[in-house]
């Protein structure tokens, strides 16, 4: 009498997972902790975990806190972005969109809620953090949505991206053209750095063209994990399973043993 071992249930208990996932490194990387729409300006910023710098070709970073009212004239948005000194500096600024007459498809982004945007082309200024936790050598997946948009003080094609950097390395999303009153929707990108240091700074950089127009690029779900490599762990019940497999696999030897031992 031959046994046969369920060799699929097997394979299946020696290579299940228990992986978790790894967590995010990044600080409000949805945007969602701000002190409201506004503008993140000079020295202070009003999205948790962020910093920003002062432009060379401006008092201010057109850099701001936004979300699916950016089209609305009626907004918090087009009503001022506020800072410390300045809490109406901006009045008359914002995305084209539906509510003011431009059936472009804006909309919020796919992680939902508040989002940022900068202008490329104007008072361009980085954002940045320091991610700490790192392993120097070990690979790190960065993700995050962006969006291509204009403010409505001007009219014609612009095109416009992000500039990552990680440390000392360096990313650019492509160059995406927009054309007049324009909305590009939401686009996912991911690319992969590897940690020098234990503490890294992560920057994003809008940039766009042409200067005289307003290439303004959105930003949302920003997430840095660890490439974690998974060692296969079987489950409770796949190790029950494959011990009474090979109880029944040694049997059958047994038995065929025993069975050639009688002929002879």
């Known amino acids: 009498m031959r046994v046969r071992f369920p060799t699929l249930a097997l394979a299946a208990a020696l290579t299940s997972f228990g992986a978790q996932a790894a967590p995010n490194l990044v600080t409000n990387g949805d945007f969602e902790a701000?002190?409201?729409?506004?503008q993140i300006?000079?020295?202070?910023?009003?999205?948790?975990?962020?910093?920003?710098?002062?432009?060379?070709?401006?008092?201010?970073?057109?850099?701001?806190?936004l979300n699916t009212t950016a089209d609305d004239g009626t907004s918090g948005f087009n009503g001022g972005f506020p800072s410390v000194?300045?809490?109406?500096?901006?009045?008359?600024?914002?995305v084209w969109g539906p509510d003011n007459g431009v059936n472009n498809g804006f909309t919020g982004s796919q992680n939902g809620g508040d989002f940022f945007?900068?202008?490329?082309?104007?008072?361009?200024?980085?954002?940045?953090?320091t991610i700490n936790g790192l392993t120097a050598g070990k690979t790190y997946t960065l993700s995050f949505e962006w969006a291509a948009s204009q403010f409505t003080?001007?009219?014609?094609?612009?095109?416009?991206?992000?500039?990552?950097?990680?440390?000392?390395?360096?990313f650019s999303t492509s160059a995406f053209t927009l054309g007049s009153q324009g909305f590009s929707g939401w686009m996912n990108v991911s690319t992969t750095f590897t940690a020098s240091a234990a503490s890294q700074?992560?920057?994003?950089?809008?940039?766009?063209?042409p200067a005289g127009l307003?290439?303004?690029s959105l930003?949302?779900?920003?997430?840095?994990?660890?490439n974690v490599v998974v060692t296969p762990v079987p489950e409770p019940a796949s190790v029950a399973l494959m011990v009474c497999g090979l109880g029944a696999l040694g049997l059958a030897k047994r038995r065929r043993q025993q069975a050639q031992a009688t002929k002879a």
């Open 214 to 216: 307003p290439p303004f």
């Open 41 to 65: 300006s000079g020295g202070v910023s009003y999205a948790t975990g962020w910093s920003t710098s002062t432009p060379t070709d401006a008092a201010h970073p057109f850099n701001f806190i």
């Open 219 to 226: 930003l949302d779900g920003v997430s840095l994990t660890e």
């Open 117 to 129: 945007g900068s202008d490329g082309a104007y008072a361009t200024a980085p954002i940045f953090q």
């Open 201 to 209: 700074t992560l920057s994003f950089m809008a940039f766009g063209t």
């Open 85 to 94: 000194n300045t809490p109406s500096l901006y009045t008359n600024i914002f």
């Open 153 to 170: 003080d001007r009219t014609g094609e612009t095109t416009q991206g992000w500039n990552v950097s990680f440390g000392d390395q360096t």
């Open 34 to 38: 701000n002190g409201g729409v506004g």
